[in-house]
Each structure stands twice: as structure tokens, then as C-alpha cells.
């Protein structure tokens, strides 16, 4: 008997307790950034913010969703190789010639074949936008990326076809094919006239 009413005094005082935060809340919450001098004291008689409606002001220096421009990629495979959890994977194809330049004028001598990152791995270090030469990988102010099938936060940030690929891919093939006939020529024709 002893218990039952131990259950019953435990189940008022939470649910008294329920009550009083459900009638006293009445005010809908500031938005405030977390410098604000009042941003602690405003918790008092206010509901929660009302998401996706309002949302809290993001971070200056937050570490959220990344984002590569590819238009300044030189695909040098430094942000994969500094990744922890290796959630970058790029896989690059040499040109035959210089290809273009970035935005601070670095020339581009790889295409990127392939350049994906699993958000589902990361764990938002950012150390590779630390050592992006470019700056082309950057953190955005993303961060509500709910989706259904964990395959969908593996996002594509190349845009050559497999046909373009393997084109380049045979471009180069044959460009060292003949630079490695040329010289073995050239060592024939060194060793003929000794």
C-alpha cells in the first residue's frame, strides 16, 4: 500500500510540475544572438522557438554543411588526405595540358573525376578547409539536412561524365606513350652513334 501511494504522490508532483511550465508559458521566445546580454535571463514564461518557423541566429564561426566550387579545385587531394574519417574521396585525372585557373590565378593541371563527401561520416573538424590551397572547400551555414536514405547525404560536387573521364584518361595514356617512344628513340639514336 505503501508504494502505491509513493506512485501516487510522485506521478501528482510531475505532473504538477507539467502544469505550471504548460499555463505559465505564454510568450513566444526572442530570437537573440548567444552575445546578447539577456540571452540567458529570456527563458522564463517562454516557449520554445517555434522551428522551422524562426530559427536561432547561426554562428560566425559554426562548423556546418561544406561546399566545394569545383571552378577552383586544382584537385590536389590535400582535404582528403587530412580527413579523420576519410569522408572525402576524390579521384583525379592528369591533363595533357594546363587546363585553366582558379579564382587566385593557380594554374589547374587535374580534373576531378570524382569528388565526393559523405556527410554522414563527417565530423565537421574542418581541418579540410584549413588546408584547401585554394579555399575552393568551405563551411556553410547549412545545417538542417534531414533526409530518408543515408545514401543521399553523399553529395557529388564533380560534374565529369564517365565518358569525358575515360576520354582524358586515354589522352594521357597516349601522350606517355609517346613521350616514352620519343625517349626510347632518342636513347637508340644516343646509343647508334656511339
Given amino acids: 500500500m505503501n ?12 505532473l504538477s510540475i507539467t502544469f505550471r511550465h504548460l499555463f505559465a508559458s505564454h510568450r513566444k521566445r ?11 535571463k529570456q527563458s522564463g514564461g517562454t516557449n520554445t522557438i517555434q522551428y522551422p518557423h524562426q530559427r536561432l541566429p547561426i554562428p560566425e564561426v559554426g562548423r556546418y554543411q ?20 576519410d569522408c572525402i574521396d576524390i579521384e583525379a585525372i592528369k591533363a595533357t595540358e594546363a587546363i ?4 587566385d590565378g593557380t594554374t589547374k593541371r587535374l580534373y576531378a ?8 561520416k563527417c565530423m565537421y573538424c574542418g581541418l579540410c ?14 545545417y538542417d ?6 545514401s543521399q547525404l553523399t553529395y557529388q560536387f564533380s560534374d565529369m561524365t564517365p565518358e569525358f573521364a575515360a576520354e582524358k584518361r586515354r589522352e594521357f595514356e597516349q601522350q606517355q606513350a609517346e613521350k616514352q617512344a620519343a625517349k626510347l628513340a632518342a636513347m637508340q639514336k644516343k646509343e647508334g652513334g656511339v
Fill in 100 to 103: 585553366g585557373q582558379t579564382s
Fill in 3 to 14: 508504494k502505491v501511494i509513493t506512485g501516487f504522490t510522485t506521478a501528482f508532483k510531475g
Fill in 66 to 85: 561544406l561546399d566545394v566550387e569545383m571552378d577552383d579545385c586544382i584537385v590536389c587531394d590535400l582535404c582528403a588526405k587530412i580527413c579523420p574519417v
Fill in 30 to 40: 526572442k530570437i537573440l544572438p548567444a552575445s546578447d546580454s539577456n540571452y540567458f
Fill in 113 to 120: 573525376a570524382k569528388f565526393d563527401i559523405d556527410m554522414a
Fill in 129 to 142: 578547409t584549413i588546408v584547401c590551397p585554394t579555399e575552393c572547400i568551405v563551411m556553410t551555414n547549412q
Fill in 145 to 150: 539536412k534531414s533526409v530518408a536514405d543515408l
